[in-house]
């Protein structure tokens, strides 16, 4: 079992960066790979990043890639997303999920099967 807690969101203006913090707990937790997912207003959750339990290989979806970055620090068991140049399309709840192997997928299918915090809102103003 695995517990996760995100934090960091806010309101911030378009082009302003945010960092996004998610504590992991819970038996092996360093061993999980990590993602984050949102889920903006009136929309289904769409992938954002993934990184595999070492922190070496990560996965972004386009809309991000660039602009964000996902990291992890093991021995503290807590992952980052650095979100740089915000847009107003960014505007969702974050979450963290955390799950068993890695692969560099987005589909909700494949994080689905694993552990999902209760997020944290970002909403960036135009």
């Known amino acids: 079992q695995v517990q996760l807690v995100e934090s960091g969101g806010g309101l911030v203006q378009a082009g302003a960066s945010l960092r996004l913090s998610c504590a992991a707990s819970?038996?092996?937790?360093?061993?999980?790979?990590m993602g984050w997912f949102r889920q903006p207003p009136g929309k289904e959750r769409e992938f954002v990043a993934s990184l595999n339990w070492s922190g070496r290989m990560t996965y972004y979806a386009d809309s991000v890639k660039g602009r964000f970055i996902i990291s992890r620090d093991k021995g503290k068991n807590f992952v980052y997303l650095q979100m740089n140049s915000l847009k107003p399309e960014d505007t969702a709840v974050y979450y963290c999920?955390?799950?068993?192997?890695?692969?560099?997928?987005?589909?909700?299918?494949?994080w689905g099967q694993g552990y999902w915090g209760q997020g944290t809102q970002v909403t960036v103003s135009s």
């Open positions: 999920a955390a799950r068993v192997g890695w692969s560099p997928t987005g589909e909700y299918d494949y």
């Open positions: 819970g038996r092996a937790a360093s061993d999980y790979a």
